[in-house]
């Protein structure tokens, strides 16, 4: 499986790098098999992003970051906190990306911030953002601010979001790669005659078309039906 975490923080070392990475960590050590890690820095693609946004050409960095979120089987995507929302350039990343490009994908939202304050971030501006771009988000969303780095709680946050978007990587990866089922066997139709009025008047014979399905239940074609209550 391929896990592309983004990480939208700005400095170095950064508390949003250090999210994404517990994040995960925690996330592969729950999947149930081997994971490709990929992890996006948006900092060092802020000069092709707004490029991206000026001329509609991504450069070779950026392109090579597209090409592993969408080929990706599930996200983490964190952002630290501005103005009581996402970042600028988290917002902008994603307002590169083709519209379908997240279509089904299985994401993990998280943010950072310097005051618990701001923790419903991740249902006011990420779950309705990644909602419009039609992901599956995780139902467990993970804020960290500057007081919870160390303090109970956190921990175990992660641990239950990394779980979610485990199994839902699994579960997803695992429909994509499943054999079709085989098709059950149709049923010989019923010879039996349903009479139906002829042009003269008389009953005539009607092949049916109706079949037995494997429940049991008798399927009889519509014009059966309606020449049935004509007589």
């Known amino acids: 499986m391929k896990l592309v975490v983004v990480s939208a923080g700005l400095s170095v070392p950064s508390s949003t790098r250090l999210l994404a990475d517990r994040l995960a960590a925690a996330t592969a050590g729950r999947a149930s098999g081997p994971v490709d890690l990929r992890v996006v820095e948006l900092r060092d693609l802020a000069v092709e992003i707004a490029h991206n946004l000026t001329n509609g050409f991504p450069g070779p960095a950026l392109s090579a ?8 089987d599930g996200l983490i995507v964190v952002t630290p ?18 519209k379908d490009a997240l279509a089904g994908k299985p994401v993990l939202i998280a943010a950072t911030g310097g005051t618990g304050r701001h ?18 988000i ?3 969303g993970v804020y960290a601010a500057s007081e919870d780095w ?10 239950r979001a990394a779980g979610e978007l485990a199994a839902l990587m699994s579960a997803l990866t695992g429909a994509s790669t499943a054999p079709a ?17 002829g042009s003269s008047g008389s009953a005539a014979p009607v092949r049916s078309a ?3 399905r494997e429940d049991g239940f008798k399927v009889v074609p519509f014009e059966e039906q309606l020449a049935a209550l004509r007589v």
């Not at 970051?65 to 990706?72: E, G, L, P, Q, Y």
């Not at 990420?126 to 599956?136: E, G, N, S, W």
Request: aromatic share 10%; charged share 15%.
């Open 81 to 98: 906190v501005f103005s009581a929302s996402y970042s600028g350039l988290f917002k902008s990343f994603f307002d590169v990306l083709d």
């Open 210 to 212: 109706a079949s037995v």
């Open 138 to 140: 995780v139902p467990t």
């Open 119 to 136: 923790s419903l971030v991740l249902e006011h501006a990420l779950r309705p953002l990644f909602a419009y771009l039609r992901a599956v």
């Open 181 to 197: 089922p085989a098709r059950p066997p149709v049923p010989a139709q019923s010879s039996s005659a349903v009479p139906a009025q």
């Open 150 to 159: 160390g303090a109970e709680g956190l921990a175990e946050r992660i641990e």
């Open 65 to 72: 970051a597209i090409d592993d979120v969408t080929s990706a």
